[in-house]
């Protein structure tokens, strides 16, 4: 079981940090990547990071503001978001999938969490 958190609601230029906990499963052997999908479009990949967190991969509309991390220990991955903008605005969801490479298909993951809501106010 995937549980994302962290959402809630910035200004525009601001900042925040998601967090995505595991349960139930050796989270180490897990990539794990982020989407979000914003009102009346599709979920779109974000960023991902491989099992032992040695690749890591965004999007182009996120590349240099957001940055993910892993905690192994902790069964936890995290997006630092920065320099938010309004098109940032989306339920941003953590999913999971045990190839050892990240992938930026949604179908290629196996496991999905609940989705936590970022808003940014412009």
């Known amino acids: 079981q995937l549980q994302a958190s962290g959402g809630g609601l910035v200004q525009a230029g601001g900042s925040l940090r998601l967090s995505c906990a595991a349960s139930?499963?050796?989270?180490?052997?897990?990539?794990v990547g982020w989407f979000r999908q914003a009102p009346g479009k599709e979920r779109e990949f974000v960023a991902a990071i491989s099992r032992n967190a040695a690749t890591t991969g965004y999007s182009d509309a996120v590349k240099g503001r957001f940055f993910i991390s892993r905690d192994n220990a902790k069964n936890a991955v995290d997006l630092q978001m920065n320099s938010l903008k309004a098109e940032d605005t989306a339920v941003y969801y953590c999913?999971?999938?045990?190839?050892?490479?990240?992938?930026?298909?949604?179908?290629?993951?196996?496991?999905w969490g609940q989705g936590t809501l970022v808003t940014v106010s412009s």
């Open positions: 139930g499963r050796t989270f180490s052997s897990y990539t």
């Open positions: 999913a999971a999938r045990r190839s050892p490479s990240y992938s930026g298909y949604t179908s290629s993951y196996d496991y």
